[in-house]
């Protein structure tokens, strides 16, 4: 809870102004406490890469009702970072917004159109060309199927299959589904990549709470601890140095066109 906390009073802390070419993907955030139990808030401009796990929390009261019966919390919702056929980046997800299809979004506009918190888990683990194509092609096979309402509906019964025997014995994670929950999709797509074990993170019996915390599944192995999404960094904020072994030109900005031209969604 004190994490959530924290990552709430980063989101709505006021920015300072920063240039969008200083940081065209927006900045990540966190609060440091040193031996002294001295706080201090540290910023870094965020540098995306296949396999990042994005968690949203749009701070609804119903999700939050919702999400209790299951015996979960916020963050509500996941999506996992990938790239697109022209090689720019983006965020698989099913069911963004309370929609119910599966997307493939331009990465900047997601990020920057999000009314809520999100948070970020960057992955650790480096992924392969033959990887990082796996997972676009799975990724543009899924657009356009359905975001699973029943199965979510079932999370709060003793029909689903998380905990005692039921998860022991029927939890797995599908590499194909008719029908994706937000978590299941992001958990087959770190698992094409190599960076979730399937023995151990299982797709039908996972939350998104569960993968933005290590506390069902130690994941300081493949994933950064989580940071705090913002368009700027909070004003006082102390700017951390580029990350060690960051590659220049590495990514590809954002199209300047904007996202709708490069968002894959269902036909109406």
Wanted: proline share 9%.
């Amino acid at each position: 809870m004190e994490a959530m906390a924290l990552a709430l009073l980063m989101a709505f802390s006021a920015p300072m102004q920063a240039g969008a070419a200083e940081a065209p993907y927006g900045w990540l955030v966190k609060v440091e406490i040193d031996e002294n139990d001295t706080r201090r808030v540290v910023a870094k401009p965020y540098e995306p890469i296949v396999g990042d796990i994005l968690f949203f929390d749009d701070l609804s009261p119903f999700w939050v009702k919702l999400y209790a019966l299951a015996g979960t919390g916020p963050p509500f919702h996941a999506g996992i970072v990938m790239k697109r056929r022209n090689g720019s980046l983006a965020a698989l997800e099913s069911g963004p917004d309370d929609t119910l299809h599966v997307y493939i979004l331009e990465l900047v506009s997601r990020l920057r159109d999000f009314k809520g918190v999100i948070q970020v888990r960057q992955s650790k683990v480096p992924v392969t060309p033959e990887k990082d194509q796996e997972l676009t092609d799975f990724a543009y096979r899924q657009v356009g199927k359905k975001y699973a309402v029943w199965r979510l509906l079932l999370q709060g019964t003793p029909f689903r299959h998380r905990g005692g025997m039921k998860e022991q014995y029927l939890a797995t994670t599908y590499m194909d589904r008719k029908r994706w929950l937000c978590a299941e999709i992001v958990v087959t797509g770190a698992t094409i990549l190599g960076i979730f074990d399937p023995a151990v993170v299982k797709g039908t019996v996972t939350y998104p709470l569960d993968i933005v915390t290590d506390n069902k599944f130690d994941l300081s192995g493949v994933l950064d601890p989580a940071w705090t999404w913002r368009p700027a960094p909070p004003e006082g904020a102390q700017i951390l140095a580029k990350p060690a072994g960051a590659v220049p030109g590495e990514l590809k900005l954002p199209d300047p066109t904007g996202s709708a031209a490069g968002d894959l969604k269902p036909k109406p």
